[in-house]
Structures are given as C-alpha cells and as structure tokens.
C-alpha cells in the first residue's frame, strides 16, 4: 500500500537522517565545487576537525554520565596562550606539563562543583567559562602571544608536523579516540558513566560513587581540551587570548550531531567521530562556496536543530509530539 | 443515546519493533457500565489504553464511539470526543493550585483575559466537596500527598461530560477511606451513563465494582466474563493458563547464627530506639503504614542515611556503615522500593543491569570480559527464570516482573549475607509475585538472612519467619510465624482491633504520615 511505502520512507529518513542528510551534502558540494573532493581538502577538513574533534571526545564522557562543560571554550583560550607563551619561557616540555596540569585543576574544579556539591553543571560550567575568560586576560594582560624560534622547536610537531605521512593532529585525534572507546565500551569504568547518567538514584543504590565518576568526566574533558590547546599552539605558534571563543557550542554540537543524548546515559565515542566530521565537512564545504565565515554558524544551527529533531520524531514515531 | 456500546473496538492490532503488543483485540463498553481490564504486566493493557486515548495509533482495526467511526491522533483529539484516561503517573503542575491544575487550560476568564479566580475557586470547591477532598482549591499540588494528587486527577475528569473514563490502576496510592470514595464516584459516573474502564491487579476491587471482566494475555483477548457468573480462579487461570494459590503459607527454615544486630537504632525523626536481630536461614518481615519508618530503617543499613544513635553488628563485629558501596563490600545488598528511580538505569540492557553492582569483579586487568558477564547473566537468567529475548534487550521495555528480577539478580550477584527486599513484589503481577515469594524462601533455605518490607500483609505472613510491626518510626511487637495472625498484627500497628482499624483509623493513620 502506498501508504504503508510512506510510512516506512519515514521511519527510514527518520532513523538514519543524520547519515542521509550528511551524504547528500557531500554530494552536493562535491557537484558545487570542484576543490571539494580533492586530497587536499579532505585533509584540511580532517586537521581542523581534529581540534574539535579532540575536544569533543572529552565533552561526549561528560554529556553521557548527564552534564554539560560550557567551560571548554574558554579553557582552550587558557591553555592555548599558556602552552605558547610558557615554551620560550621553561621549554616546550614544562610547557606542556603546566598547560596539562592547569587544564587538570580547571576539570577538577568543575567536577568537585557538579559532582560533589551536587551544583547544576550548567551554571557550574557557564561561570567557568567567564571566570577562565577573564583569568586568560589577567595572565596576559590583554596582549597576544606568541613563539619566537617558531622554525626550530620541535613543538611544531603536534600542529604541523607528520609521523609517517600522516598529521599528527589527526593521528592524536585517532589515537584518543581509540582510547577514548576503549574506556567507555571496555572497563568497569565506563560502564559507571553510562549508569551515573542514565540514572543516578539507581547508580548510587548500585554502590557507585556518583560524585567521582563525575569528577573523573570532568577531568578528562579538561585534559582532552589542554591537549587541543598544544595542537592548536603548535599550529598556529601564537595565540589570541579569545582564541577558543565559541568553541564549546560547536564542541557540544558535534557530540549531538553525533547522536550523544544530553539527557545522559546514552552515546558513544563513535557517535561523536561521526559528529565531528559532519561539522568539518558543513564548515568546509560553506567556506570553498564562498560564503562568509559567519555563515556557518547559522547553518550549523539549522542542521543541529534537524539532528536533534530527527533524532526524537524517530523515538517517538511522529514529527509532532502529541503532548505540544 | 443510543442502546448499542458506547465504546467498541473492533480486532485492535498494534505491533512495536519486535513485540507484537495487541494482537486482535475486540471489546465493547456500554453506558453506564463499569468494565474491568486485567491482565499481568505486559500483557497489553496500557498499550490497548493508550491507544483509546489517543497516545498510540493501532495498526490494525477500528474503534467506534456510539456506532461511529472515529480516529483518535491526540490525547486532545480524544479528549474532545469525551474519551478521558486517568493514568497511573500523575500529571499535574506541582508549581500551581490545585484549581488551576483541574481547569489547565481551560480557565474561566473575565474581560481582556484575566483569569476569573472567583467563579474558578467556587467551582473547584463545589467538586473537593464531592470527593470530600480535605484541602482547599488554593493549595499548591506539590504540598500535597501522592494520594491526594490522586484525587486531584480524578476531580478533573468530572469537569468534562466524559463519555468513556478509563481509570488506570486508581487505588495504587490511595489510603482506604479515599477507596471509598472514589469507588462512591465511579458509580456516580456509571449511574449518568458514562462508560468506565477499570484496570487493576487487584481482584476484590475488580469484583466489587465491575459488571463485565476482560482478561488479556500476551497482547491477546484472552476472556470476557460478567463479573456476577465467575470467581478469581477462573480469572487467574484466563490471565496465567493455570490455578495459583496465593495464601498458602510457606514452610519455615531453621536458623543459624545472627547475621545482623541491631540495638537501639534512631535516625531523627524517621524511626527511634529500633533493635531487632535478623539470622542466617530465616526471613523477618517489616509491616506498616507508608511513613511508619521500614524504608528509612533499610536506607540506613545500606548506607544511605546516617543513623544518631544506636549500633549495628553485622556478622558479630560492630560496623559503621558509609556508604552503599561500604555496604556491598560488607554483603550487605538492598532491593529497593521503587525498581524504576532506585533500581534500574531502564536505558541499558540486561545484562548491564545485572553486573551494575559487581562490575568491578566483571573486568579480567583493566578491561571488562564479556564472557564473564555473559556468564552472569545467562546464571541468573536461568536461576529467577527471566524472560527476555537475550542480554542486549533495553529492561525498560521488560514488564514489571523481569525487571524486578532483573533487580533482584543484580543483588545476588553480589553474593550478600544480608538481603533486603523493599516492597518486592508492588506493581508486580501475580505469577511472577509468587515466584519471587517462592525465590525468597529458597533464598533463605540456602543460608541468607533476609528482610522483607512490605505493605501488603498476605505478603508479610506468607513468606517471613518472623514478623516485626512498625508504627511512626517505632517497632510495636515482634511475632513468630506460628504466633501472628492479621488481626494481631493490625493491632499492632494501629493499637485497635481490626474492625475499627479498618473503618475509621487506617484513613487517619495514614493522611497523618
């Protein structure tokens, strides 16, 4: 019956929206513009998601045990400005080790509030992001920063460098996110994450100490945003000290892009690799089209709230709740 | 009016991904008649319910209202066509007035739109009367009691001229005295025309209201009988394919050494001075009112709540308990009262579930080993005879009872010394409560000091060695399983002889917790 062909059409471009729209899109663009498709490009599209991507791997541990970290942005700029103005001053390996360790403490700080004061993690992270905003200005007393022998450190290797032929950025990218799945899918560990965010009364009647699985979630996110922070150090061998702005909504974008619920106990890292590449490729392909910069954050928009909406009319059966 | 059905359903079929939900349903409501709906959980009723209020589309068949063909998209759409559904969990906006709740959405105005307050109060107070409702039309809905919410969503519906009201397991939370009220209510209903239907695990409910009994199982119509000309056996039977005695006392077991110890035991306000000795082999049952301090006491052994005075000795040694996880690690596990918020995380699968509280002894080095937490599922699987279609099903799509055992399976799993039940078996149908009575006996013939809490008192007398009655945070009386009977008991509680109890001091008792 025709109607019954409509129905399943509908469930089938409801269930796999996401991959759908994501394929005509390429499609599209690959039509639109020549450069699209080429080498090139695609490895351009795979360096600057690594940034987010990295980012991201951190944020999907702490959306799935059911917060958020708005923080990551402005933790970017911190850690980016910190890890390039400290490597002329005790090296790039201090550098790292203080970038890291400063990223640490933010997460631990966020992951005490949310999870051991039992604080919403929304306000928690919001207030972070403004108080690490103006932390970064305080260190840098508004000016820029940047490397001086920028041809000669071995810093670069993280944002410029290649191991085997391959980025390394991407090859980190890779490699955390391998981890990354490993501790979600594969330990003890990861299973708490799933449960503190799916339900939490039931995790903690289940003996799991909720508080530190949180501040555990937290932590990483921090540690995955100082590691973006050296990538994009050594790429750009200098910082602003706004660097990150707005980082934390395409971060959080791309974890629900992925399929990553927010309400908690559902997601994974693949869903988010997934995301990441939808989103490298919408802001790639916008930019070899010619439209401005800013445009792709209103298109960003539009396809998150497609995402988003797909994903539930596909729970529910209907594009309309009958609740509304 | 015509004299036809107000209500039919004509082979009703509604599948989901992998269940075929109702299967072929056919059923017909008159005016004036109060039709009741059984079946174990599972079974199809919500789905079939939810379908004649407009939450789901079927897939098959048709419904007619009043002879006509109608289709229902929307609760709304429902709704208007005078088709109500009082549901099981409450709906109501805890942040507004009790009359603001009953005329959500359809508030009496005054000119440029403002609310008409006045006519609004008047109105809502007219109906409490009615429902002989204690609090007032201006009462906010979250100070009220659950029972209390209850009648709130019941008040509602006699604001519309409903034509089917359909009351989905209405007595769940109310006290006695509100029972009779609300039974005072349906037959107001039936007696205007309206046509009700009435789901409920409860057969003396069921039998003293109903006139006609259809009975579904695994989705399909398995009976429809008028109530007058059959007995709950041969309800049972339609519902579980065979006969099940639910009284039968189960033999006692012989005990062995004290496990638990408990002297002096006060947390605040919720209980004081409770001691009490629970050994190896045996059951202690807790029985109360809702409020009388059981689940608090089960908290504080598990770690949750701190306690102000007393000692505990678990196993002969004197323990401060921490936390949940202290507990565990002492074999102290507890099923809690309510599977779905304290129990279960209902978006993972079986599996997960069942190795939640052990899942640190599931990992071979750093890495969980599937094969080992296969193997624990498939042993409890078997063990408390699960049903399910294999380890990835989701347990929020199980019915009440795989998921309680599912719970249950989980605290074996941690090999305890001390198991407490909280309310093992509510909200649960009747095979699988007699299976979870009979697994808890077995229980304790294998050496486990158990603790039942339950509110049911069929459920306290048939499985405990001995039985302990609380009353307002306080233990009244303990009695043997030789000694205890139900009035004694109700004594016990209450102070009073049973007949009184049930007349006049149950409704106080409880309203007061």
Not at chain 1, 212 to 239: D, E, H, N, Q
Not at chain 2, 264 to 289: I, K, N, P
């Amino acid at each position: 019956m025709a109607e019954e062909r409509l129905k399943s059409a509908t469930r089938i471009l409801t269930q796999r929206g996401i991959l759908i729209a994501f394929i005509l899109f390429m499609v599209g663009f690959s039509v639109v513009s020549d450069r699209f498709m080429t080498a090139d490009n695609l490895q351009a599209v795979f360096r600057q998601a690594a940034i987010i991507g990295v980012m991201a791997l951190g944020v999907t541990l702490v959306v799935i045990c059911g917060n958020l970290d708005l923080s990551v942005g402005s933790l970017l700029s911190l850690s980016t400005v910190l890890v390039v103005d400290l490597h002329d001053k005790i090296g790039p390996i201090s550098a790292i080790a203080v970038t890291l360790l400063v990223a640490l403490a933010v997460g631990a700080v966020n992951g005490l509030l949310v999870g051991v004061a039992r604080l919403n993690s929304l306000i928690v992270t919001l207030g972070m992001l403004s108080a690490i905003q103006g932390l970064t200005l305080i260190y840098t007393g508004g000016q820029n920063v940047d490397i001086q022998n920028q041809d000669t450190t071995w810093f670069a290797i993280f944002g410029r460098g290649a191991i085997l032929g391959v980025p390394t950025q991407i090859l980190i990218f890779v490699v955390l996110a391998v981890v990354m799945h490993v501790v979600l899918a594969h330990t003890p560990f990861g299973r708490r994450v799933y449960a503190s965010g799916g339900n939490p009364t039931a995790a903690v009647f289940s003996g799991i100490r909720r508080g530190r699985v949180v501040l555990a979630t937290y932590m990483t996110s921090a540690f995955c945003t100082g590691i973006a922070a050296i990538i994009l150090g050594s790429r750009v061998m200098g910082s602003q000290n706004n660097v990150g702005q707005g980082y934390e909504l395409l971060v959080l974008s791309a974890v629900i892009l992925g399929g990553t619920s927010l309400l908690g106990g559902s997601g994974s890292i693949a869903k988010t690799v997934i995301g990441v590449l939808i989103l490298g490729f919408i802001q790639n392909g916008l930019l070899l089209l010619g439209f401005a910069y800013y445009v792709q954050w209103l298109v960003t928009w539009v396809v998150i709230i497609l995402a988003v909406w797909l994903d539930i009319a596909a729970k529910r059966g209907r594009m309309f709740s009958p609740f509304a | 009016m015509t004299d036809g059905p107000t209500l039919t359903l004509f082979h009703i079929g509604k599948s989901f991904p992998g269940v075929r939900a109702i299967d072929d349903v056919s059923l017909d409501i008159h005016p004036g008649e109060v039709h009741a709906l059984l079946g174990e959980n599972g079974a199809g009723k919500s789905t079939l319910m939810k379908i004649l209020a407009g939450m789901y589309q079927p897939d098959e068949g048709e419904i007619t209202l009043d002879g006509a063909r109608v289709v229902m998209r929307t609760p709304l759409e429902a709704k208007a066509l005078g088709v109500v559904l009082i549901h099981q969990e409450l709906s109501l906006v805890k942040e507004l007035s009790v009359a603001e709740n009953i005329y959500l959405g359809d508030l009496p105005r005054r000119s440029l739109g403002r609310v008409d307050w006045k006519t609004l109060y008047a109105r809502v107070g007219d109906i409490l009367k009615r429902l002989k409702c204690g609090f007032t039309p201006e009462t906010r809905v979250g100070d009220l009691s659950i029972a209390n919410q209850q009648m709130v969503e019941i008040a509602r519906v006699l604001t519309t001229t409903a034509r089917v009201v359909i009351f989905d397991e209405p007595t769940a939370s109310l006290t006695d005295a509100e029972k009779i009220v609300l039974f005072d209510i349906i037959r107001d209903l039936k007696a205007g025309g309206a046509a009700i239907i009435y789901i409920s695990h409860r057969m003396d409910e069921i039998f003293t209201l109903s006139d006609r009994i259809t009975v579904l199982r695994d989705g399909k119509h398995s009976g429809t009988l008028a109530t007058a000309e059959t007995n709950e056996d041969e309800v049972t039977r339609l519902m579980i394919g065979r006969s099940l005695d639910l009284t039968r006392r189960i033999e006692a077991s012989t005990p062995g050494e004290a496990v638990l110890d408990v002297r002096g035991l006060s947390c605040g306000r919720l209980f004081q001075d409770v001691s009490f000795t629970v050994h190896a082999g045996e059951v202690v049952g807790f029985y109360g009112l809702i409020g009388a301090g059981r689940s608090e006491i089960a908290e504080t052994l598990f770690g949750l709540r701190a306690p102000t005075a007393g000692t505990i000795r678990f196993r002969g040694e004197p323990v401060s308990i921490a936390s949940p996880a202290h507990a565990i690690s002492l074999g102290i596990s507890l099923v809690p009262e309510s599977r779905k918020e304290q129990g279960l995380v209902l978006e993972l699968n079986c599996r997960d579930n069942i190795t939640l509280a052990t899942i640190d002894a599931m990992a071979n080095g750093p890495f969980l080993s599937g094969s080992r937490e296969a193997a624990v599922f498939e042993k409890y699987r078997e063990r408390l005879r699960i049903k399910t279609p294999g380890w990835r099903q989701v347990v929020g799509n199980l019915s009440g009872g795989n998921q309680q055992k599912i719970v249950i399976g989980k605290w074996l799993a941690t090999q305890p010394k001390l198991l407490i039940l909280d309310e093992p078996t509510r909200g649960i149908d009747i095979g699988s409560k007699a299976e979870i009575h009979d697994l808890i006996r077995e229980l304790a013939r294998s050496g486990y000091a158990i603790i039942v809490i339950s509110s049911e008192m069929p459920e306290v007398l048939k499985v405990s060695d001995r039985v302990i009655g609380m009353y307002h945070g306080r233990l009244m009386r303990e009695f043997t399983a030789e000694e205890v009977t139900e009035d004694k008991l109700v004594q016990a509680i209450s102070g009073i002889a049973r007949s009184e109890f049930s007349a006049c001091a149950a409704p106080l008792l409880q309203t007061r917790c």
